[in-house]
């Protein structure tokens, strides 16, 4: 056996006897990256079409995250949120000038953001207990984000939960006018959303969220944990709708691949939040930052906003004419870099299928195949790829 398989197996090992179980892990061990392209540990070349599950904008090994990265680890690594360091009002500025909102809470991920949301929406209308969300959303794996995600599996085993969760069905307008009364504190939506399959908001029920949220004074929220920050052709996904909410939470690709998450804020949080309501140790911290901070201006000075719309609506045509052309796809969906292919089998066995033939693929739920590139990604990846899964389709499904 090659010493590079020997190595592999026994990193495996290691993780099957001493990690935590909570991870199905594919056999496949990516030790470097440049751009959209990864390599193996036995050296062997991937297209990565999941970017850490949207977390690698703009791909791996980019110059200006690596001299960010360096000049920031110069400086000091960690102050606390008790001290000052600069990069953290520069990113907060960013945030809310680009998003029209106000301020910025930072955090390390997307359940911590949506924790932090949840206890910002219950301050602005104190008592209230209903918590409105969708059917299959998905907000995080901590117990206030969890008892708001709409997957049954994932929230059973681990109740009782947050009381006054309340699910409706995404794009069900009168289930949304009905769900949400004088009690909700606030209504919790992903506007593209992304565990469930990758299924995009309708324009008419953001606005109905938005009528429901005034009518009552719930607190509206768009996780953009997944589709926010550019993956849909816009900084953020609201920009595609006619709404904006009150409260837009973040992470993902916001550190360049650092833990980092942050909860944008409307105007009339400013006077609610006071000292010592929610903190953070390492929330916001100056390397996070930093790269925070040079993703935003590689966004900017790239173009990457209108490279990731055009190339979108192209791939979506190429996928739209291979459903046309292949049965198994039952449905394509998504935007800009987000895309979700429907099949009529598992999905899971097609995903290790293109894994081989050097495609990294998400998956989500049963049977969608999941999407989620560099923004990066040369346009020739993505041809390639849809030929792979026109053959990868054709192969007999093993029982
Ligand atoms: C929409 C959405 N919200 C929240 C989360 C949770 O983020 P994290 O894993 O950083 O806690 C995710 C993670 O996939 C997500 O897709």
Not at 320 to 325: D, G, H, I, Y
Not at 350 to 374: C, N, Q, W, Y
Request: with cysteine; glycine share 10%.
């Amino acid at each position: 056996m090659s010493s590079a398989r020997e190595a592999v197996q026994a990193v495996e090992a290691r993780d099957a006897a001493r990690v935590a179980r909570t991870y199905a892990r594919v056999s496949f061990h990516p030790r470097s990256g440049r751009g959209a392209r990864l390599l193996d540990a036995g050296g062997r070349g991937y297209w990565d079409l999941l970017a850490g599950i949207a977390v690698s904008a703009l791909g791996h090994g980019h110059p200006r995250l690596r001299r960010a990265l360096r000049e920031a680890a110069d400086g000091i690594w960690h102050v606390s949120n008790l001290y000052y360091h600069p990069a953290q009002g520069l990113l907060a500025e960013r945030l809310t000038r680009a998003s029209g909102l106000s301020r910025a809470f930072f955090c390390n991920s997307g359940t911590e953001a949506n924790e932090a949301a949840l206890k910002f929406a219950r301050l602005r209308n104190p008592g209230r207990d209903r918590i409105v969300a969708l059917e299959e959303g998905f907000h995080g794996r901590t117990l206030g984000a969890l008892s708001v995600t709409g997957h049954a599996p994932y929230r059973e085993p681990f109740a009782p939960l947050l009381p006054g969760a309340h699910f409706v069905s995404p794009n069900d307008v009168e289930a949304l006018e009905a769900a949400v009364t004088p009690s909700t504190s606030a209504i919790l939506l992903e506007p593209v959303m992304g565990e469930a399959g990758v299924v995009p908001l309708d324009d008419a029920f953001l606005r109905a969220a938005r009528r429901a949220a005034d009518r009552t004074g719930a607190t509206l929220i768009f996780d953009e944990v997944q589709c926010g920050l550019g993956r849909t052709g816009t900084l953020f996904a609201f920009e595609r709708s006619s709404v904006v909410p009150d409260v837009v939470t973040l992470a993902k690709p916001l550190g360049g691949g650092l833990p980092l998450g942050a909860v944008l804020l409307a105007a009339p949080f400013d006077d609610l939040l006071a000292p010592g309501q929610h903190g953070s140790t390492f929330g916001g911290n100056p390397l996070a930052c930093a790269l925070g901070l040079a993703l935003l201006d590689e966004i900017e000075e790239a173009r990457l906003l209108s490279r990731v719309s055009s190339l979108g609506v192209w791939l979506g045509a190429k996928l739209e004419a291979l459903r046309r052309r292949v049965p198994a796809i039952t449905a394509v969906r998504g935007c800009g870099l987000m895309w979700g292919i429907e099949l009529d089998r598992e999905a899971a066995p097609v995903a290790g299928r293109l894994l081989s033939s050097g495609f990294v693929v998400g998956t989500a739920r049963k049977s969608v195949l999941r999407l989620l590139p560099p923004y990066v990604v040369p346009r020739s990846a993505l041809s390639l790829f849809v030929r792979a899964l026109e053959d990868a389709l054709k192969e007999p499904t093993r029982p």
